[in-house]
T-cell receptor
Framework: AQKITQTQPGMFVQEKEAVTLDCTYDTSDQSYGLFWYKQPSSGEMIFLIY??????QNATEGRYSLNFQKARKSANLVISASQLGDSAMYFCAMREGVKAAGNKLTFGGGTRVLVKP | GAVVSQHPSRVICKSGTSVKIECRSL??????MFWYRQFPKKSLMLMAT?????????EQGVEKDKFLINHASLTLSTLTVTSAHPEDSSFYIC?????????????FGPGTRLTVL
Protein backbone atom coordinates (compact mmCIF):
# COMPACT_ATOMS: atom_id res chain seq x y z
CA ALA A 1 0.00 0.00 0.00
CA GLN A 2 1.13 3.53 -0.75
CA LYS A 3 2.38 5.36 2.29
CA ILE A 4 2.07 8.78 0.70
CA THR A 5 -0.59 9.57 -1.88
CA GLN A 6 -0.84 12.68 -3.97
CA THR A 7 -3.96 12.36 -6.08
CA GLN A 8 -3.42 15.38 -8.32
CA PRO A 9 -0.85 14.70 -11.03
CA GLY A 10 -1.09 18.23 -12.37
CA MET A 11 -2.80 21.54 -11.68
CA PHE A 12 -3.18 24.93 -13.26
CA VAL A 13 -3.53 27.96 -11.05
CA GLN A 14 -4.02 31.58 -11.90
CA GLU A 15 -1.34 33.97 -10.75
CA LYS A 16 -2.15 35.60 -7.39
CA GLU A 17 -4.68 32.93 -6.50
CA ALA A 18 -4.31 30.28 -3.81
CA VAL A 19 -3.87 26.60 -4.58
CA THR A 20 -4.23 23.51 -2.39
CA LEU A 21 -2.17 20.41 -3.06
CA ASP A 22 -3.54 17.22 -1.57
CA CYS A 23 -1.53 14.69 0.39
CA THR A 24 -2.73 11.72 2.39
CA TYR A 25 -0.50 9.35 4.30
CA ASP A 26 -0.61 5.98 5.96
CA THR A 27 1.29 5.07 9.09
CA SER A 28 0.74 3.22 12.32
CA ASP A 29 3.42 5.22 14.10
CA GLN A 30 2.45 7.84 16.64
CA SER A 31 5.56 9.89 15.96
CA TYR A 32 6.15 10.99 12.41
CA GLY A 33 6.97 14.04 10.37
CA LEU A 34 5.45 15.39 7.20
CA PHE A 35 7.37 17.45 4.69
CA TRP A 36 6.69 19.32 1.50
CA TYR A 37 9.36 19.89 -1.12
CA LYS A 38 9.38 21.89 -4.32
CA GLN A 39 11.33 20.67 -7.32
CA PRO A 40 11.71 23.17 -10.18
CA SER A 41 12.85 22.09 -13.62
CA SER A 42 16.48 22.44 -12.50
CA GLY A 43 15.97 19.34 -10.36
CA GLU A 44 16.97 20.63 -6.95
CA MET A 45 14.75 19.70 -4.04
CA ILE A 46 13.72 22.76 -2.05
CA PHE A 47 12.36 22.25 1.46
CA LEU A 48 9.15 24.20 2.01
CA ILE A 49 7.49 23.24 5.25
CA TYR A 50 7.43 20.66 8.03
CA UNK A 51 4.67 19.36 10.32
CA UNK A 52 5.32 17.08 13.25
CA UNK A 53 2.66 14.59 14.28
CA UNK A 54 2.50 16.07 17.76
CA UNK A 55 2.33 19.67 16.59
CA UNK A 56 -1.04 21.07 17.57
CA GLN A 57 -0.93 24.03 15.26
CA ASN A 58 -0.74 23.92 11.51
CA ALA A 59 2.69 24.85 10.19
CA THR A 60 3.13 28.05 8.22
CA GLU A 61 6.13 29.41 6.33
CA GLY A 62 5.50 32.62 4.47
CA ARG A 63 3.06 31.89 1.65
CA TYR A 64 3.05 28.19 2.48
CA SER A 65 0.77 26.64 5.04
CA LEU A 66 0.05 23.05 5.85
CA ASN A 67 -3.51 21.98 6.56
CA PHE A 68 -2.87 19.10 8.93
CA GLN A 69 -5.85 16.88 9.68
CA LYS A 70 -4.48 14.06 11.76
CA ALA A 71 -7.66 12.02 12.06
CA ARG A 72 -8.02 12.03 8.29
CA LYS A 73 -4.29 11.48 7.81
CA SER A 74 -4.02 14.35 5.44
CA ALA A 75 -1.42 17.08 5.14
CA ASN A 76 -2.44 19.39 2.33
CA LEU A 77 -0.18 22.21 1.24
CA VAL A 78 -1.72 25.61 0.60
CA ILE A 79 0.19 28.12 -1.47
CA SER A 80 -1.30 31.58 -1.21
CA ALA A 81 -0.91 34.39 -3.74
CA SER A 82 0.66 32.15 -6.40
CA GLN A 83 3.58 33.52 -8.35
CA LEU A 84 4.95 32.46 -11.73
CA GLY A 85 8.02 31.12 -9.93
CA ASP A 86 5.83 28.66 -8.07
CA SER A 87 5.53 26.58 -11.23
CA ALA A 88 7.25 23.34 -10.29
CA MET A 89 6.76 19.79 -9.10
CA TYR A 90 5.67 19.48 -5.47
CA PHE A 91 6.31 16.42 -3.35
CA CYS A 92 4.79 15.43 -0.04
CA ALA A 93 6.98 13.20 2.11
CA MET A 94 6.80 11.44 5.43
CA ARG A 95 9.38 10.25 7.90
CA GLU A 96 8.13 7.75 10.40
CA GLY A 97 9.45 7.44 13.94
CA VAL A 98 12.93 6.24 14.78
CA LYS A 99 11.81 2.68 15.38
CA ALA A 100 10.20 2.22 12.02
CA ALA A 101 11.11 2.45 8.38
CA GLY A 102 14.78 3.21 8.98
CA ASN A 103 14.11 6.83 9.64
CA LYS A 104 13.91 7.55 5.92
CA LEU A 105 11.75 9.86 3.87
CA THR A 106 9.04 8.31 1.73
CA PHE A 107 7.79 10.48 -1.12
CA GLY A 108 4.45 10.78 -2.80
CA GLY A 109 4.11 10.73 -6.57
CA GLY A 110 4.17 14.50 -6.84
CA THR A 111 1.90 17.20 -8.23
CA ARG A 112 2.97 19.42 -11.09
CA VAL A 113 1.79 23.00 -10.67
CA LEU A 114 1.70 25.47 -13.52
CA VAL A 115 0.95 29.06 -12.66
CA LYS A 116 -0.73 31.01 -15.44
CA PRO A 117 -0.17 34.76 -15.84
CA GLY B 1 19.77 26.11 5.37
CA ALA B 2 22.57 23.60 5.22
CA VAL B 3 24.30 22.96 1.92
CA VAL B 4 24.81 19.64 0.20
CA SER B 5 26.83 19.48 -2.98
CA GLN B 6 27.01 16.82 -5.65
CA HIS B 7 29.66 16.28 -8.25
CA PRO B 8 29.42 15.96 -11.17
CA SER B 9 26.14 17.64 -12.04
CA ARG B 10 26.01 15.89 -15.39
CA VAL B 11 27.87 12.91 -16.75
CA ILE B 12 27.73 11.06 -20.03
CA CYS B 13 29.50 7.75 -20.25
CA LYS B 14 29.78 4.74 -22.49
CA SER B 15 28.05 1.51 -21.65
CA GLY B 16 30.23 -0.74 -19.53
CA THR B 17 32.13 1.99 -17.73
CA SER B 18 31.81 2.91 -14.06
CA VAL B 19 30.76 6.30 -12.82
CA LYS B 20 31.35 7.77 -9.38
CA ILE B 21 29.10 10.47 -7.94
CA GLU B 22 30.17 12.42 -4.86
CA CYS B 23 27.89 13.90 -2.25
CA ARG B 24 29.26 16.33 0.32
CA SER B 25 27.71 18.10 3.26
CA LEU B 26 29.48 21.44 3.28
CA UNK B 27 28.60 22.99 6.62
CA UNK B 28 27.40 20.19 8.85
CA UNK B 29 28.24 16.64 9.77
CA UNK B 30 25.94 14.19 8.11
CA UNK B 31 25.42 11.11 10.24
CA UNK B 32 23.17 9.67 7.57
CA MET B 33 23.17 10.08 3.83
CA PHE B 34 20.55 8.86 1.40
CA TRP B 35 20.74 8.14 -2.30
CA TYR B 36 17.69 8.53 -4.48
CA ARG B 37 16.97 7.84 -8.11
CA GLN B 38 14.43 9.77 -10.11
CA PHE B 39 13.11 8.93 -13.57
CA PRO B 40 11.60 11.72 -15.72
CA LYS B 41 8.32 13.01 -14.33
CA LYS B 42 8.41 10.47 -11.52
CA SER B 43 8.95 10.61 -7.81
CA LEU B 44 12.15 10.03 -5.90
CA MET B 45 12.86 6.40 -5.16
CA LEU B 46 15.17 5.66 -2.26
CA MET B 47 18.03 3.43 -3.28
CA ALA B 48 20.02 3.15 -0.08
CA THR B 49 20.74 4.65 3.30
CA UNK B 50 24.29 4.99 4.52
CA UNK B 51 25.64 5.80 7.93
CA UNK B 52 29.21 6.97 8.35
CA UNK B 53 31.60 4.11 8.85
CA UNK B 54 29.13 1.32 8.25
CA UNK B 55 27.73 -0.57 5.29
CA UNK B 56 24.86 0.96 3.40
CA UNK B 57 21.36 -0.43 3.74
CA UNK B 58 19.86 -1.00 0.32
CA GLU B 59 16.19 -0.90 -0.55
CA GLN B 60 14.56 -3.97 -1.95
CA GLY B 61 15.32 -4.45 -5.60
CA VAL B 62 18.47 -2.32 -5.63
CA GLU B 63 21.57 -4.27 -6.60
CA LYS B 64 24.33 -3.81 -4.07
CA ASP B 65 27.06 -4.82 -6.49
CA LYS B 66 25.72 -2.50 -9.14
CA PHE B 67 25.40 0.60 -6.99
CA LEU B 68 28.34 0.78 -4.61
CA ILE B 69 27.96 3.23 -1.77
CA ASN B 70 30.77 4.41 0.46
CA HIS B 71 30.24 6.78 3.38
CA ALA B 72 33.82 7.23 4.46
CA SER B 73 33.43 10.39 6.50
CA LEU B 74 30.76 12.55 8.09
CA THR B 75 30.85 14.89 5.12
CA LEU B 76 31.28 12.62 2.13
CA SER B 77 29.38 9.76 0.55
CA THR B 78 29.97 8.32 -2.90
CA LEU B 79 27.77 6.33 -5.23
CA THR B 80 29.51 4.29 -7.91
CA VAL B 81 27.43 2.93 -10.74
CA THR B 82 29.44 -0.06 -11.92
CA SER B 83 29.36 -1.33 -15.50
CA ALA B 84 26.75 1.24 -16.40
CA HIS B 85 24.12 0.44 -19.01
CA PRO B 86 21.58 2.68 -20.76
CA GLU B 87 18.86 1.63 -18.31
CA ASP B 88 20.95 3.19 -15.51
CA SER B 89 20.44 6.59 -17.10
CA SER B 90 18.59 8.63 -14.53
CA PHE B 91 18.73 11.59 -12.16
CA TYR B 92 20.53 10.66 -8.96
CA ILE B 93 20.00 12.79 -5.87
CA CYS B 94 21.75 12.52 -2.55
CA UNK B 95 20.47 13.80 0.73
CA UNK B 96 22.04 14.27 4.13
CA UNK B 97 20.86 14.76 7.65
CA UNK B 98 22.28 14.90 11.13
CA UNK B 99 20.72 13.51 14.27
CA UNK B 100 17.72 11.28 14.72
CA UNK B 101 14.03 11.69 15.17
CA UNK B 102 11.21 12.60 12.87
CA UNK B 103 11.80 16.32 12.87
CA UNK B 104 15.34 16.61 11.58
CA UNK B 105 15.36 18.14 8.16
CA UNK B 106 16.97 16.40 5.26
CA UNK B 107 19.06 18.51 2.93
CA PHE B 108 19.24 17.57 -0.70
CA GLY B 109 22.02 17.90 -3.20
CA PRO B 110 21.35 19.44 -6.61
CA GLY B 111 21.37 16.05 -8.31
CA THR B 112 23.47 14.33 -10.96
CA ARG B 113 22.08 13.54 -14.36
CA LEU B 114 23.62 10.35 -15.69
CA THR B 115 23.34 9.43 -19.35
CA VAL B 116 24.73 6.10 -20.45
CA LEU B 117 25.21 5.72 -24.19
Amino acid sequence: AQKITQTQPGMFVQEKEAVTLDCTYDTSDQSYGLFWYKQPSSGEMIFLIYQGSYDEQNATEGRYSLNFQKARKSANLVISASQLGDSAMYFCAMREGVKAAGNKLTFGGGTRVLVKP
Amino acid sequence: GAVVSQHPSRVICKSGTSVKIECRSLDFQATTMFWYRQFPKKSLMLMATSNEGSKATYEQGVEKDKFLINHASLTLSTLTVTSAHPEDSSFYICSARSGQGASNEQFFGPGTRLTVL
